[in-house]
Nanobody, 117 residues
């Protein structure tokens, strides 16, 4: 089974930046969609951004223009660059790979992002 490990979370002031990383245990070339989700207590997990195997990106309206998703296939890693962070961005962020096949979907353990002054 593919394992995903997130890193890069932490405490940042409003307007600050963080870069989250998601490292996969094997090649991600075969996966169709790589994405970032976030969740706070009492709320449903929501999609933040995705990138397809062809490089097409999709962003939630709430973060559009502030966050950028990217990938480095050689390092089996994809990223979420977060700029102009707001308190409402505070959440646990999870990386995800959807194979759109019988292999299914993989999730990381999550990394905490806290935006506060």
């Amino acid at each position: 089974q593919v394992q995903l490990v997130e890193s890069g979370g932490g405490l940042v002031q409003p307007g600050g930046s963080l870069r989250l990383s998601c490292a996969a245990s094997e090649s991600i070339f075969s996966f169709y969609i790589m994405g970032w989700y976030r969740q706070t207590p009492g709320k449903q997990r929501e999609l933040v951004a995705t990138i397809s195997s062809g490089g097409r990106t999709n962003y939630a309206d709430s973060i559009k223009g502030r966050f950028t998703i990217s990938r480095d296939n050689a390092k089996n890693t994809f990223f979420l660059q977060m700029n102009s962070l707001k308190p409402e961005d505070t959440a646990i962020y999870y990386c995800n790979i959807n194979t759109y096949s019988r292999e299914g979907t993989y999730w990381g353990q999550g990394t905490q992002v806290t935006v506060s002054s």
